[in-house]
């Protein structure tokens, strides 16, 4: 279902229900771009911290918009053994609602732009239908606005400021005389027999003049309000009325402020939906989706990752990423490409059974054969779609096999809140509910060197080491990763007396960026402006300079798009094989982290659903419950998820409603229990590998 | 006439002729936006500078894209009395020709783009179908890229580089045996009857590999070239072919390069057609149109304004602005709204006549009476409706009276390279081609202030010394011009003992800014990085909380779409008789600057055509052409514009084509001659006002 500026209103209710009623939720969103500085294979290093993507991508990919926004409810009906489907594409744009509104600047990178328009794309229905939204402090803001409104206007006392019944309004002497005649206006009604009479059109100065000194001179018998002429000017109507009438009035003006306000809070009331609803929200390689949906309907984004993991755990207390569950055991191996088109096509076929899912009557039906894949609605449904029969294939590795697994399964529970970090060699994902794994890294060199230098210097420089990646950071450094770690001493002491070039272990380095961030406060800011991007300067030709050296000459675009070269001097096609043979070497170093929650390989093994090691009854998986959790259940909570009694979300559901509709009040929480304990088991490596 | 990426290329032609045949040609654009960073109100200060102007115009509006672009020729059909118009609508947008090209990020702002769909501004069209371009510095490197292609491959002689012919290419240790694979299998190939055979597909650095190899080991004998499979992965067709076959084949290669390359300068090359026809270039209002097209078709704008007056002047030899048009004598006080329409609608009825334009055969046919403002062929058209009616007026000051003044009549003289700038109460234009006007200021004052003032503070605090004007800078300061220069002393006196705020003179802070801007060198940098705008603060809900302030809260939008009450606080609704009021004050105190080209008003009142003071005949004229520029005309130019000798332009056709077609090279030239006489001339205000 398409809804816009035009139906939004009407089809609130249908949404509201839709979410209400649904097993859990797909989401995808569509952007304006997606790099506004670096290009995808610096943006997307082979080697960040998690904390460097996410100051990445939110310093570099926050500026866009997020003008596409795919919704897609299933709701399993038992009877009939199938999902019911509802979808919704909805087309956003921040039009200005008033004259004091937010007038929003939003970033488009062409690429970006080319590549959704050569899908068909329809830019007219953003730009002139788009639903509009605002965040919360946008909301709240508006809300002390209308207060404002209030108290200048001389309505209902309870509206009357204490400020503006004090005493006289102070006028500015060239507005006396103005005012006066204004009052001598108000006399003449007050004793003659007419109901009311406009003034010529002012200022808003004049105007606010006006109210506060009617507002103190007659507290009630008259009605004062703002109207437009066909000029658009805006003039004054006085009338007489009695304490019914000016009531009545009120109470219909706020009533329509309201309703306004309402309408300027447009999109973000969806969001607000489903965030109350804490179902289970998919989405396919969603980290950018979460993040722009936080950005542009919550709250700026915060500095810190911590942070932002507490903020996204309030705003989806649980989330569930396709492409991080595809490239997971037992998944791993059954699955070549992880790409939301191929994971659908793949997942249609053995040992996968297509889902049984049916569109919702007065729904549209997609057709999966003709894809219509990059509309976000569509995106949303085939992701949901890849859920459903991944979670299905994991039943088989029951005693007994079950054909369906819900979506609070807790065989399903070791997935979430884990998004998928893209191109990160060793770091597979993004713990938003627990702390992140730290593999060693110490096989990799940083070096540095003159900005001439290609890949191939590099190659040179180290060709006596066999195997290596090389992973730019940018024009002058890059990481380069051996393929011995005893290999790493030798080529620092042998860079001691070079002069061109440079090398740290990757332990120095990461010390150095230590002290660096100590000394100004934010890593984003300072670690960027050493940097040769910036918009302008990609605008003004040297940021093009750069993209014709052919070093690194790729536009950022999305992850499906990148084509198969691409892809391959990103992530390195010739280092495509080495980055799984890395993950073998890096896997084997993973240690266990005594602060973090990341356990040894070993001993979380046991906890991968259906690992071919050896399957395991459901029964088992109470384990992964913490007490805490547990105890933290209230009785509606209780039954709202009986079937497979779901303490944790219920927990979510519990706290965000205690904290009311505003439900970001970065509140801490121990983020450890089953996640941090499953979370080693999804990097599991078999042997088999 | 629409020309988009569709049908660019056969329409070049027309678009040429055109340009060559027209008498002059009218220019409009639409942008995806007007400022990233302050309101209106604060991008358009009354008492800006030039430079000031020119710095926030630079800094906070070419981040935006020039999307549509209209283009107007009108040739006079001496036979028939008429103009024969030929309109085309130009949709443009950076679509990356190839994955190498530069990935264009631009800004839209929601008001402004809000703003064009409200007109029915067809975004699918820009987006999807939009024409190309390059600046001048990205299709040189375009150029050398080619070279460098050349260079690699094992082509005709002339284009293997010195480098490659040197000796051994240096092969990576990783790479050599593939090397060796592919050396042998040339062997292979060479000793038997195939003619040519296929790679598997490998990456850019492999197949750079190859090419220089092969182009050391066999510089002739071989053609190799990539292409790309169904996949679109890139692999090696190498061929055996005579020499004969092998320079066929470049050269059918080279010209296809050729072509590519004209096909990513794109729309550039109308505006190249334009600037080196120099032919007189009309626009309404048209500062941002220029900035923009030499922004994004030529060059970065550059730090200075002189050089941007430069770079303008090589571009544009001729502009000619017909809201500064309108807004002077002899049509200032017949003439009392200049936005677009209104002058489009005021300049068909007495005492101008509609001028007779039709469009020419096979174009299509504007009709005035149902608008389609804001449709940047439609605007570009109507704008030279209004220059024609405007010049036909001079021509009735003449004796003999006369219908038509062609665009080279020395009677437009006086208006070239004035471009209007909007809202600058005591300097009404940016002179392109001579010194600007320098006013005094002495009776402004610069006020600094708590960040809690508003406009009402400020004339509670000078309520003592009359009718004053406030012109915001920023949260915390502003410009107040007192009507009596005498009482400045007395308000800055009165502030020695203040606390909360401070008082200077217009001339002091001048000094002040002077000392800052030497400080640091830029001051479009420094001067707004104290400032608390900024697209992200916008974006991040800082600056939302300035607009929802109300203290100026007001959309940047473009001149016709500013509503009344907006105009009204921006210029002051308060102050808008005051303009007039100031600008009479001002007038008078207009100095001779010994350095700028500015006279007296008395001085230059005679050059003023058609003034009414007294009507002076065509030949008096001659006067305002220095010898200088008269023996600096070739024959050739003569005849182009032999009709009315017009030395002005001439001189610029020449200088450019000495120049070449890279007509940008910052040519120093003495920026003096008819206008600088004729500016002041521009300013002059009668006694009858």
């Not at 998820?641 to 965000?656: F, I, K, N, P, V």
């Amino acid at each position: 279902m398409e809804v816009t500026r035009k139906n939004f209103k009407e089809s609130l209710n249908t949404i509201y229900t839709a979410i209400e009623e649904a097993d859990f939720l797909a989401i995808d969103g569509e952007f304006s771009g997606i790099s506004d500085g670096p290009s995808v294979s610096a943006l997307t290093n082979g080697l960040d911290t998690p904390e460097e993507r996410y100051h990445k991508l939110k310093k570099h990919s926050m500026d866009f918009l997020l003008f596409q926004f795919g919704l897609c409810t299933f709701k399993y009906e038992q009877s009939e053994s199938k999902y019911v489907m509802k979808s919704f594409n909805f087309y956003i744009f921040p039009k200005p609602f008033s004259r004091s509104s937010p007038d929003i600047k939003f970033v488009c990178q062409s690429s970006s732009i080319d590549f959704l328009a050569s899908q068909g794309f329809d830019f007219n229905k953003v730009f002139c239908n788009g639903i509009p939204y605002l965040n919360q402090e946008e909301e709240g803001q508006l809300r002390e606005q209308l207060e404002d409104k209030r108290f200048q206007s001389n309505g209902a006392q309870s509206f009357i400021s204490p400020s503006s019944c004090k005493g006289p309004v102070s006028v500015p002497e060239e507005h006396k005389d103005f005012i006066n005649e204004v009052l001598d206006k108000v006399e003449d009604l007050l004793n003659n027999s007419d109901k009311s009479f406009k003034l010529e059109p002012c200022t808003g100065f004049q105007r606010k003049l006006i109210y506060q000194t009617l507002n103190w001179k007659y507290p009630k018998g008259l009605h004062v309000e703002t109207l437009e002429n066909e000029k658009k000017e805006r003039y004054i109507l006085i009338s007489k009325v009695d304490d019914e009438e000016r009531k009545r009035r009120e109470q219909e003006k706020q009533e329509k402020e309201q309703e306004e306000l309402n309408d300027a809070v447009g999109f973000s009331r969806v969001i607000h939906a489903i965030s109350q609803s804490a179902k289970l929200v998919i989405g396919h390689n969603m980290l950018l989706d979460v993040m722009h949906t936080i950005h542009q309907f919550y709250c700026p984004l915060p500095e810190d990752l911590n942070d932002f993991k507490e903020v996204t755990m309030c705003v989806f207390p649980r989330l569930l990423d396709t492409k991080l569950m595809a490239s997971t055991q037992p998944f791993k191996e059954l699955i070549s490409n992880t790409s939301l088109a191929e994971l659908e096509r793949q997942l249609k076929e053995a040992p996968f059974k297509p889902p049984k899912v049916e569109s919702a009557d007065g729904f549209p039906r997609y057709d999966t054969a003709s894809e219509q894949l990059h509309e976000a609605g569509y995106d949303a449904y085939i992701t949901g779609l890849c859920f459903i029969s991944m979670a299905n294939y994991l039943g088989t590795f029951l005693t007994p096999p079950r054909d369906h697994i819900s979506a609070r399964s807790k065989l399903i529970e070791p997935f979430f809140n884990k998004l998928f970090l893209m191109r990160i060699i060793d770091i597979p994902y993004l713990n938003i509910s627990g702390p992140d794994l730290q593999p060693k890294r110490d096989n990799v060199l940083y070096v540095t060197f003159p900005k001439e230098w290609k890949t191939s210097d590099l190659y040179q420089l180290f060709s006596a080491f066999g195997n290596i990646q090389v992973f730019w950071i940018d024009d002058t450094s890059a990481f380069v990763s051996l393929s011995q770690t005893d290999q790493v001493q030798i080529a620092v002491n042998t860079s001691r007396y070079a002069e061109s070039y440079r090398i740290q272990t990757y332990a120095e380095y990461m010390e150095s960026r230590l002290e660096e961030k100590q000394n100004c406060r934010r890593f984003t800011e300072c670690g960027w402006l050493k940097s040769p991007y910036s918009t302008s300067a990609v605008v003004s030709g040297y940021g093009f300079n750069r993209t014709l050296t052919g070093k690194r000459s790729f536009s950022p675009i999305q992850e499906e798009q990148i084509p198969e070269e691409t892809e391959g001097v990103i992530g390195g096609t010739w280092s495509h094989a080495s980055v799984t043979q890395d993950i073998r070497n890096k896997s084997k170093k993973m240690k266990t982290d005594a602060t973090g929650g990341s356990r040894t390989v070993e001993g979380a093994a046991v906890q991968v659903p259906g690992y071919p090691v050896g399957s395991t009854s459901e029964d088992s998986w109470l384990t992964s419950q913490t007490p805490g959790e547990k105890r933290s259940m209230s009785p509606i909570q209780e039954e709202q998820y009986s079937d497979e009694g779901d303490g944790y979300a219920s927990t979510w559901h519990q706290d965000r409603s205690a904290q009311g509709k505003k439900g970001c009040k970065h509140k801490k929480r121990k983020i450890e229990g089953p996640e941090s304990s499953s979370s080693s088991a999804l990097f599991d490596v078999p042997q088999v590998w």
